[in-house]
């Protein structure tokens, strides 16, 4: 059987344990704070999930070499990210993360590059990770494309209060996606785009209208990828409720909250939600041809729709990397990824997306 090490059993880490154990690994978590151990334990005993789980510092201790794992997959703070690749590459270990920091994921990539001797990956979470995934079968589909526009977006089932938002991660997370910079592809150049700008409507059935807008982090390097193989648009945009974002660009722009103030008034008007749904539309085009995907995917009993489309999308290909199949690629990119082996992956975790 093979074995993945997974860095941080938080609310991501036993999600990605859940979905590694179902697609047929033998599953160690390593993880800092006892509190974190605890809860994964009773949720994974509950699932009836086997699990050896061990309380310590993977960057500080030698848990890689003492393991001797398939893949070491990092639901750890991202800034953490870049020591624990290290020792990985140190170890001729596979490794991938969830990514979502354009810097971070600039130093794994050069690292990979000059010394891996297994294969990296970075950004496999949602955005970036599998809606970046998805828009590569999309390209795959139709031979090629002019045109790749991804719109994603974690949002309450049951919206309440001004923002009609829930946080299903730390809020340091959404004030990086908001202030930081924003890529697009425009006419076939890579260019800045406007944070929180360029809004436009957007409609899925059953949720109703709902608004897009530019945010960073969310396209990661499949913005390149296609940029290099001739696309002439290419974009990502978060989804909100409407008029979420003209609140936002007040507390930012006009109030110039910073971090701890954002973070505080955000966790003080939505705090933490269970009952969410994840929005993903994917729109690719290709001459005459469009390929077009919608899917709304909700929360269950066990994991809310972020750990789903985040975990489980980053177990899809966490297992592909640890069976050995990428093993001639240093630093792996989305278009890498071997399709029929991800559509298998995500058609077993989430089965009612039906890729």
């Given at each position: 059987?093979?074995?993945?090490?997974?860095?941080?059993?938080?609310?991501?880490?036993?999600?990605?344990?859940?979905?590694?154990?179902?697609?047929?690994?033998?599953?160690?978590?390593?993880?800092?704070?006892?509190?974190?151990?605890?809860?994964?334990?009773?949720?994974?005993?509950?699932?009836?999930?086997?699990?050896?789980?061990?309380?310590?510092?993977?960057?500080?201790?030698?848990?890689?070499?003492?393991?001797?794992?398939?893949?070491?997959?990092?639901?750890?703070p991202f800034h953490l990210n870049y020591d624990l690749v290290v020792k990985c590459i140190e170890n001729g270990t596979r490794y991938c993360d969830l990514g979502g920091n354009v810097d971070t994921a600039t130093r794994i990539r050069d690292a990979a590059e000059h010394?891996?001797?297994?294969?990296?990956?970075?950004?496999?979470?949602?955005?970036?990770?599998?809606?970046?995934?998805?828009?590569?079968?999309?390209?795959?589909?139709?031979?090629?494309?002019?045109?790749?526009?991804?719109?994603?977006?974690?949002?309450?089932?049951?919206?309440?209060?001004?923002?009609?938002?829930?946080?299903?991660?730390?809020?340091?997370?959404?004030?990086?996606?908001?202030?930081?910079?924003?890529?697009?592809?425009?006419?076939?150049?890579?260019?800045?785009?406007?944070?929180?700008?360029?809004?436009?409507?957007?409609?899925?059935?059953?949720?109703?209208?709902?608004?897009?807008?530019?945010?960073?982090?969310?396209?990661?390097?499949?913005?390149?990828?296609?940029?290099?193989?001739?696309?002439?648009?290419c974009n990502y945009k978060t989804i909100r409720f409407p008029g979420h974002v003209e609140l936002i660009r007040f507390m930012l722009f006009e109030c110039r909250m910073n971090l701890k103030s954002f973070s505080e008034a955000v966790m003080n008007s939505c705090g933490?939600?269970?009952?969410?749904?994840?929005?993903?539309?994917?729109?690719?085009?290709?001459?005459?041809?469009?390929?077009?995907?919608?899917?709304?995917?909700?929360?269950?009993?066990?994991?809310?729709?972020?750990?789903?489309?985040?975990?489980?999308?980053?177990?899809?290909?966490?297992?592909?990397?640890?069976?050995?199949?990428?093993?001639?690629?240093?630093?792996?990119?989305?278009?890498?990824?071997?399709?029929?082996?991800?559509?298998?992956?995500?058609?077993?975790?989430?089965?009612?997306?039906?890729?």
């Amino acid at each position: 059987m093979k074995k993945a090490l997974i860095a941080g059993m938080g609310i991501q880490g036993v999600a990605i344990a859940y979905g590694l154990h179902v697609l047929g690994y033998e599953i160690i978590g390593i993880e800092f704070l006892e509190n974190n151990v605890q809860n994964a334990k009773r949720l994974l005993d509950k699932l009836n999930v086997p699990v050896m789980l061990v309380q310590g510092n993977i960057i500080e201790e030698s848990f890689i070499p003492e393991h001797n794992p398939d893949i070491v997959v990092s639901a750890l703070p991202f800034h953490l990210n870049y020591d624990l690749v290290v020792k990985c590459i140190e170890n001729g270990t596979r490794y991938c993360d969830l990514g979502g920091n354009v810097d971070t994921a600039t130093r794994i990539r050069d690292a990979a590059e000059h010394d891996a001797k297994a294969p990296c990956m970075t950004d496999l979470g949602l955005a970036p990770g599998l809606a970046n995934n998805i828009a590569e079968l999309g390209y795959l589909a139709l031979g090629g494309a002019d045109s790749v526009l991804i719109r994603v977006g974690g949002l309450p089932v049951n919206p309440e209060g001004t923002l009609k938002y829930g946080l299903t991660f730390n809020p340091q997370g959404l004030y990086n996606e908001y202030r930081e910079e924003c890529f697009a592809v425009i006419d076939g150049e890579k260019v800045k785009a406007d944070p929180l700008g360029d809004v436009e409507e957007i409609i899925f059935e059953g949720v109703g209208q709902l608004e897009a807008f530019n945010t960073s982090g969310g396209i990661a390097n499949l913005l390149d990828s296609m940029m290099e193989r001739g696309v002439k648009e290419c974009n990502y945009k978060t989804i909100r409720f409407p008029g979420h974002v003209e609140l936002i660009r007040f507390m930012l722009f006009e109030c110039r909250m910073n971090l701890k103030s954002f973070s505080e008034a955000v966790m003080n008007s939505c705090g933490f939600i269970t009952e969410d749904q994840v929005l993903i539309q994917i729109v690719v085009t290709f001459g005459e041809n469009r390929w077009e995907r919608k899917y709304v995917i909700l929360h269950d009993e066990n994991f809310t729709a972020m750990q789903r489309t985040t975990g489980f999308g980053a177990a899809a290909v966490a297992a592909i990397l640890g069976s050995g199949v990428m093993d001639d690629i240093r630093y792996a990119n989305y278009v890498d990824v071997p399709p029929e082996d991800f559509r298998r992956n995500m058609n077993q975790l989430i089965p009612e997306m039906g890729l």
